[in-house]
């Protein structure tokens, strides 16, 4: 069975510095992964995916994710983090054996960003 | 172009009620997918519809039906509420033939069970 874990309920960081978001999967095989941010009363919108080739994925919004096989990782970063970033993001996985395109998602880390 | 659409926003219902939740995927999408969002918890898969069938389903009890239209439309019922049930309907949409896919998400409907 699939899982993810996201360690951090909440991550604080201050206008204008780096902001890292951690997540970890369990999978067999190759995962595929995906990163998506929810804003209050919002859906899901969909930031970066890795599905094979260059470790280092970059998305929406100047987000980046970086996958890590061995350590089966899949860190979401941002260089500069802005106090619009504030947020709840999800990091999910995706079994590509699997007959369907089912997410698993992690539990969510809140993101605040003080100006 | 519309995203995906959910209705209604909001509803409240009491134990022991039906629910009927609608979903209208993005334009080109085949492939409908309904998540449960507790509060303060990532989504649950509930299951997933292509071609009007069942394609996959999570670990959720038998009171959570669906169906898919000939349109894509699709609709997930929910008998027999319970509290437990409060919780965030997201509906997903998605292109299913081939290729890696992702989700485009619908922004919820809110289901308050009193």
């Known amino acids: 069975a699939q899982s993810v874990a996201q360690p951090e309920d909440q991550v604080n960081v201050a206008e204008g510095n780096p902001l890292t978001v951690k997540c970890t999967y369990s999978?067999?095989?190759?995962?595929?992964l995906f990163w998506y941010v929810q804003y209050p009363n919002r859906g899901l919108q969909f930031l970066l995916k890795y599905i094979t080739g260059d470790n280092l994925v970059k998305g929406s919004y100047g987000f980046e994710a970086e996958f890590n096989k061995s350590q089966t990782s899949f860190h979401l970063k941002k260089p500069s983090a802005l106090v619009s970033d504030s947020a709840l993001y999800f990091c999910a996985v995706r079994d590509p054996k699997a007959a369907g395109n089912k997410l698993t998602f992690g539990g969510g880390t809140r993101v605040l960003v003080k100006p | 172009d519309a995203g995906v659409t959910q209705s209604p926003t909001h509803l409240i219902k009491t134990r022991g009620q039906q629910v009927t939740l609608r979903c209208s995927p993005k334009?080109?999408?085949?492939?409908v997918s309904w998540y449960q969002q507790a509060l303060g918890q990532g989504p649950q898969f509930i299951f997933q519809?292509?071609?009007?069938?069942?394609?996959q389903r999570g670990n959720f009890p038998d009171r959570f039906s669906g169906h898919q239209f000939p349109n894509y439309s699709s609709e997930l019922n929910v008998n027999a509420l319970l509290l437990g049930d409060s919780a965030l309907y997201l509906c997903?949409?998605?292109?299913?033939?081939?290729?890696?896919?992702?989700?485009?998400f619908g922004p919820g409907t809110r289901l308050l069970v009193l």
């Open positions: 999978v067999s095989g190759n995962p595929y």
């Open positions: 334009s080109g999408h085949d492939t």
């Open positions: 997903a949409s998605s292109f299913g033939r081939q290729g890696v896919i992702y989700q485009y």
């Open positions: 519809y292509y071609e009007e069938e069942e394609r």
